[in-house]
């Protein structure tokens, strides 16, 4: 199974050629109202509507994180046609083949993701 994590400092950011992508593939796009809530929960992708300190305007509806997401197809073909313009501004995503089957986790220091084999812990 491919998945995608960010590979530097920062966090797994993709750019807005990645959101524009997505959504032109038919993922489903929503703004947040004068609450800061989504218009449209159901959606995948929200527009903030302004692009802060150089980050994308778009984001991920839910948790950015979750391995559904990160192994979602559309995700990872659009990290494989778009390369480094995937990422956006402190990201640098990257594609890692898992074998299938392995239950896994995404871990991070500052940002910096790696993929681990869950596995039992204590203390």
């Known amino acids: 199974m491919k998945v995608a ?3 530097c400092y920062g966090g797994f950011s993709p750019s807005d050629a990645l959101f524009k992508l997505l959504i032109s593939k038919g993922w489903t796009l929503t703004t947040y109202d ?3 809530y ?3 929960p159901n959606a995948s992708i929200v527009d903030s509507g302004d692009c802060s300190y150089g980050f994308s305007r778009y984001s991920f509806v839910g948790d950015r994180e979750a391995i559904k997401l990160r192994t979602h197809p559309d995700i990872i073909e659009a990290i ?3 390369g480094e313009a995937a990422s956006g501004r ?4 990257q594609i890692f083949e898992v074998p299938d089957g392995v239950d896994i986790e995404i871990k ?3 940002g910096f ?3 681990a084999e869950v596995h039992r812990t204590w203390g």
């Not at 402190?90 to 995503?93: A, E, H, R, T």
């Open 5 to 7: 994590i960010n590979r």
């Open 34 to 36: 004068e609450d800061g």
């Open 38 to 40: 989504c218009e449209d």
């Open 80 to 82: 494989e046609i778009l």
């Open 90 to 93: 402190c990201g640098n995503l």
């Open 108 to 110: 991070d220091y500052d």
């Open 113 to 115: 993701e790696h993929i």
